[in-house]
């Protein structure tokens, strides 16, 4: 994957159609992890990830709520998270995993649009009707489900276009995390550290990212607390 995102085929079309989609993928792989534009496009990408979670976690339940359909089933994937903390985080690494891959398709999709539509706004069309397309087929015919997937295939088009490769991969590693491991917060105890183990991942690269993102400017300035 790296490979392909920084020296295979990938990168020179990148680098000619939408080169700054690249830049705080790069700085993070040549190891500037403290750079501001990092901690940028990961906040980006968090934010759109938990806004993908509230979204796909409220077209079931929220109907239901207001008594217009029945309340879907609770998502039941990747219990075995509950085996202990090396299963979750065994599961949190292969969303990282597969949160690089989906953003690499998406970039790729993105791109070969831009190559044969000649023109960046048919490109950037061309990238939300594709993802439209496969939320119409997983919501089978759920109104509710289709509404949703209207708003998340814009935010993971526009996190593409604007933020880039490292922004929404982080989008998708954060959805991954954070709607498909079980998460309690009032577990009993021997399931505790198994079950706030994705809020844990969440919340350290969020602060991680904010930190990052501020440089060298001090958290809380002189001038913030005056006012």
């Not at 292969?94 to 999709?109: D, N, P």
């Amino acid at each position: 994957m790296i490979t392909v995102a920084r020296g295979g085929a990938l990168e020179p079309y990148v680098r000619r159609r939408w080169p700054e989609r690249l830049v705080g993928w790069s700085r993070l792989l040549a190891g500037n992890v403290r750079d501001p534009l990092v901690g940028r496009d990961l906040l980006v990408g968090i934010a759109a990830g938990l806004a993908h979670v509230t979204l796909a976690s409220s077209s079931n339940w929220l109907p239901g709520r207001l008594g217009r359909t029945l309340p879907g089933a609770p998502n039941g994937r990747h219990l075995e998270a509950l085996l202990g903390p090396r299963h979750a985080m065994a599961l949190i690494t292969a969303a990282i995993s597969s949160g690089i891959i989906t953003g690499l398709v998406l970039v790729v999709l993105l791109v070969g649009f831009a190559i044969v539509l000649r023109r960046r706004s048919l490109a950037v069309a061309g990238l939300f009707l594709v993802q439209l397309a496969v939320f119409a087929v997983a919501s089978n015919g759920n109104p509710y489900v289709f509404a949703a997937g209207v708003v998340i295939a814009a935010i993971w088009t526009a996190v593409t276009v604007r933020v880039g490769l490292l922004g929404i991969a982080t989008a998708q590693t954060i959805f991954g995390v954070a709607f498909f491991l079980p998460i309690a917060i009032d577990a009993p105890s021997w399931m505790l550290p198994s079950t706030i183990a994705p809020v844990v991942f969440v919340a350290l690269l969020t602060a991680f990212a904010f930190r990052t993102a501020l440089g060298d400017q001090p958290m809380f300035s002189a001038k913030l607390l005056d006012e």
